[in-house]
């Protein structure tokens, strides 16, 4: 019989979701694309609710995640910060140690 542990992790401050995987999702598709528009479009999600998420991502985090331009007529645009990129980089480190860990923790299911 295969077992499979299943598990979802996100990071909260004061009971506001700083990171999960959507948001994380979310942050790299604008570091592809430079733009919340087109990075929400890639990700099937709706301007609105893309733009709730990086707002929310901003007022959690300690310091600025992105860097937005109003368009005009070359167009807007979004960056991530270098604490933004830092970010996603411990959240993945985080995400694939928490796997390891849960895998581990399986086999002695398995060994039963």
């Not at 990071?11 to 592809?32: C, D, F, P, Q, Y």
């Not at 694309?33 to 709730?52: I, V």
Request: hydrophobic share 35%; net charge positive; with cysteine.
């Amino acid at each position: 019989m295969d077992y499979k542990i299943k598990s979802r992790i996100w990071i909260e401050s004061e009971n506001n979701v700083l990171l999960g995987e959507g948001r994380v999702k979310l942050l790299k598709a604008i570091e592809e694309t430079g733009s919340l528009s087109k990075a929400a479009k890639s990700l099937n999600l709706s301007y609105k609710k893309a733009w709730h998420l990086i707002d929310s991502v901003n007022k959690t985090a300690k310091k600025p995640v992105t860097i937005n331009s109003i368009g005009g007529k070359g167009g807007g645009g979004a960056e991530l910060t270098d604490y933004g990129k830092s970010l996603i980089t411990a959240f993945d480190d985080i995400n694939k140690n928490c796997w390891n860990f849960l895998d581990q923790q399986l086999d002695k299911i398995k060994a039963l």
